[in-house]
């Protein structure tokens, strides 16, 4: 079956400083979708890319599909303690399916 | 518009036992999903309803959990009897239909099992 990875699993960066996530399917996707979870909270709908090789930005957040549409990462430039939280790709394979699979999420701490 | 809304928030209950959840969706969405999410691990599907019909319960270890979605609303997660790698939060998640854009979770049910 489809599967997300995503590397690496826990991110510790100074307050200020940049941070990427990336997430890597094993099939080749219909789109994929960023979710941030807080600690003790639940996914959070951030963006969707659907286009290979899309390139989206959210203030300070930079999301891209990979020209095969099987990788994608996140961007954060100069980041906040806000920032602090799990982030999730998920992706759908589409043909008839329309089943998220989840990555097992980046971590990010920052340190004030 | 109002989220999604799930309960119980914490439930706490001994291996063997029986828990239910319950999940009430965006109004309007006709979509919903049940997701298992162990601590440190990404949601994993159990179950999707359209309307009150079951799209995809490939994921469900239908021998001890079952859902229903009987009036293609409101939602009840069943387990029973329970297994100590239970423990988990369990997510309700809506959306307007299964090509929908985004999915909206619940605030979740996390599930001790001692």
């Known amino acids: 079956g489809q599967q997300v990875m995503q590397i690496p699993q826990y991110q510790h960066v100074q307050e200020g400083e940049d941070f990427t996530t990336y997430c890597n399917s094993s099939?080749?996707?219909?789109?994929i979708q960023w979710y941030k979870q807080r600690p003790g909270g639940h996914p959070v709908f951030l963006i969707q890319?659907?286009?290979?090789?899309e390139v989206k930005k959210q203030k300070r957040l930079t999301f891209q599909f990979g020209e095969a549409k099987k990788n994608s990462s996140l961007h954060i430039t100069a980041t906040q303690t806000t920032d602090v939280g799990t982030y999730f790709c998920?992706?759908?394979?589409?043909?008839?399916?329309?089943?998220?699979?989840f990555g097992k999420g980046t971590k990010l701490s920052v340190i004030p | 518009e109002a989220g999604v809304a799930q309960s119980p928030r914490y439930k706490i209950i001994e291996k063997r036992q029986s828990v239910a959840f319950w999940c009430n969706p965006i109004?309007?969405?006709?979509?919903l999903y049940w997701y298992q999410q162990i601590l440190g691990q990404g949601p994993k599907l159990l179950i999707q309803?359209?309307?009150?019909?079951?799209?995809?319960d490939s994921q469900l270890p239908k021998d001890r959990f079952s859902a229903e979605r009987l009036k293609g609303v409101d939602s009840t997660l069943k387990i029973q009897p329970a297994k100590l790698e239970d423990s988990a939060v369990y997510l309700c998640?809506?959306?307007?239909?299964?090509?929908?854009?985004?999915?909206?979770f619940g605030s979740g049910t996390r599930l001790t099992v001692v």
């Open positions: 998920a992706g759908w394979s589409g043909a008839g399916s329309y089943q998220l699979t």
């Open positions: 099939t080749t996707l219909s789109n």
């Open positions: 998640a809506s959306s307007l239909d299964p090509s929908a854009r985004s999915y909206t």
């Open positions: 109004s309007g969405h006709a979509t």
């Open positions: 890319l659907v286009k290979s090789g």
């Open positions: 309803f359209q309307n009150n019909g079951v799209v995809d």
